[in-house]
């Protein structure tokens, strides 16, 4: 009988060059095995989402901002690869950080945390944070901009994304290192940025402080629903990237049942996906369902393996590559500028609901 592989890629080995560039170093793993493969599909198709116009959305989870890696969402905002953004509210906090000059470092991992915390050192790994010079500096700088604009975010209830856009474009205006924070690049850009949850970080923990003080703000978790299925609605092709999974996977991924399931709307979820984890599959968690399963509630149109690529490792070791390629590969694109363009997209979606 004939091999089912007879038209299978031969397997070559091939031997690397010096002054090779990263995209050249992709093209060699993709023939090449394992999650080396993986990492290959990954670039190639968030090459096809830029190229061909979907809007696109970043998940952002763990710790990586915090690390210093919003260098590089900051990048693939300026190229125009990034439309939408969901990131924990954490990394919104420790992103201002490096804008207002607050001191973070990097340090070994394996501390006694006893001592750490008798010297007021906080860690995140081996990512190194003052509590008074960092931490409390970070607190009085989110109050006084509560304060500064509460007039824009204190008079109804809003979204995470409209708190984020002015707090983008507030620190951009007092902060001094303004081209280090991704939160003031997507509110220039016109990036809406959410967060998963409007209450597990240390930006709502300060809204405790400043609705005593007198200046309360409202967040709205339906104004979050709403306004992210509006931008799904209302895009002709959806792509997702996912750094980690959790709450930033799962609140980009509700976007279609939430038109669908919830609204009656007939939608069939994004077109393409990328993510990036160490979650396992084995017992059910893999950080809010693996491709297939997403398919299932409507979160994707298809388990097509070409647009729905998992890449098993972690992200601050995958993303680079990705974000490298495209930046290397793809042409820019102009901002889609979707929190100018919110309002229509809300009107699409509640006059066919």
């Known amino acids: ?92 906090y420790h992103d201002l950080h490096f804008a207002f000059g607050l001191p973070v470092k990097a340090i070994h991992p394996h501390f006694d945390d006893d001592v750490l915390r008798h010297h007021g050192d906080t860690r995140i790994y081996d990512i190194g944070i003052r509590e ?38 507030w620190a951009g205006e007092n902060a001094p290192h303004p081209e280090r924070s991704f939160t003031i690049t997507a509110a220039r850009q016109g990036v809406p940025l959410f967060w998963d949850s409007l209450s597990n970080h240390s930006i ?19 104004k979050d629903i709403l306004h992210s299925a509006a931008i799904a609605y209302g895009s002709a092709k959806t792509g997702f990237l996912e750094l980690g999974g959790g709450g930033p996977k799962n609140f980009i991924q509700q976007t279609g049942p939430t038109i669908s399931q919830i609204l009656g709307v007939n ?21 809010s369902c693996t491709f297939g399963e997403a398919v299932t509630w409507g979160k994707y ?22 974000a490298a390629y495209a930046l290397d590969r793809c042409a820019p694109r102009s901002p889609k500028e ?12 509640e006059s066919a609901a």
């Open 132 to 169: 008074k010079e960092t931490l409390e500096a970070q607190d009085e700088i989110v109050r006084r901009f509560v304060k500064d604009r509460h007039a824009a975010i204190g008079s109804a209830p809003i979204s995470s994304w409209e708190f984020n856009f002015q707090l983008g474009l």
């Open 204 to 222: 709502a923990m300060n809204l405790v402080r400043t609705d005593a003080e007198g200046y309360p703000v409202q967040l709205s978790a339906q």
């Open 301 to 322: 149109h298809h388990a097509d393996q070409a647009n729905l690529v998992q890449v098993w490792g972690e992200y601050s070791i995958i993303f680079p590559l990705l």
């Open 1 to 92: 009988m004939k091999s089912l592989f007879k038209d299978a890629p031969d397997i070559v080995p091939e031997r690397l060059k010096k002054g090779a560039t990263i995209a050249e170093l992709i093209e060699i793993m993709g023939r090449t095995c394992f999650e080396a493969r993986n990492v290959n599909r990954a670039a190639k198709l968030y090459g096809r989402m830029i190229d061909e116009g979907d809007t696109i959305w970043l998940g952002i989870a763990g710790a990586g901002i915090a690390g210093g890696m919003g260098g590089m969402v900051i990048s693939l905002l300026e190229a125009g690869f990034i439309d939408v953004i969901c990131s924990t509210g954490a990394q919104v």
């Open 338 to 349: 979707l929190s100018a363009r919110m309002e229509e997209r809300v009107k699409k979606l």
């Open 267 to 287: 939608f069939e979820g994004a077109d393409r996906g990328i993510q990036i984890g160490t979650a396992v599959e084995r017992e059910g968690s893999l950080s």
